[in-house]
């Protein structure tokens, strides 16, 4: 699997060249140093004043880099993967062999970092369902109108704070039919080869 960078990541990134590599090893440090204990704007004016550059370049590459390495962390990458994500760089040798030391030696601690920060989308706990079907009413003696009810139940929040809360979905037949058209519409698209070639450049 292979890491997609944006444009402009690639163009904060681009920072890295202009620099050697124990400005390098600095910046992967500022990193690492947010991911554990939050930002300080001070660190970024310190290194703009060192590097005599303004503070935004500094800002833009230490987030460019800590976006590469938590991406690269959280994903898993291979030490293949990830310097066949970093050649689309179009970075010198000795850059990538230290931008895949920095990813090497930390991508543990990242990844148990990722792990405490609490998600902010819904998470998947249980499904109810029930049918009902209407056999007969006052204007027509004989009928079947069939109706789904649904109750999704999702965990919000993280640890001790997590909370399940309930989405009722009541849908007819008509409705029902068309839902599952779409949805075996999605999956039939998700095996075609243009689909498996984009999951697997975003995974």
């Known amino acids: 699997m292979l890491l997609v960078l944006s444009e402009e990541h690639k163009e904060h990134l681009a920072f890295l060249t202009k620099v050697d590599a124990a400005v390098v090893g600095e910046f992967g440090r500022i990193a690492l140093e947010f991911l554990r204990r939050g930002i300080s704007p001070k660190v970024y004016d310190g290194a703009a004043r060192k590097l005599s550059v303004p503070v935004e370049t500094v800002r833009h590459g230490v987030e460019a880099l800590m976006y590469l390495v938590t991406q690269s962390s959280k994903h898993t990458l291979s030490e293949v993967d990830f310097v ?15 931008l895949l030391q920095l990813y090497l030696q930390h991508r543990s601690e990242i990844r148990g ?9 819904p998470a998947y706990h249980n499904l109810e369902w029930r049918l009902d079907v209407q056999l007969a009413s006052r204007s027509l003696r004989r009928q079947a109108a069939p109706t789904l009810t649904t109750r999704l ?17 009541r849908v007819d037949l008509g409705s029902l039919l068309h839902l599952i058209s779409i949805l075996e519409g999605a999956l039939g698209a998700l095996k075609s080869t243009h689909a498996r070639r984009i999951l697997r450049n975003i995974k």
């Open 113 to 121: 970092i990722l792990s405490l920060v609490p998600s902010s989308m």
């Open 153 to 169: 139940h999702l965990t919000h929040g993280h640890g001790s704070g997590t909370e399940v809360r309930g989405r009722v979905l």
């Open 84 to 98: 066949d994500s970093v050649l689309s760089l179009e970075f010198g040798d000795e850059l990538n062999q230290s």
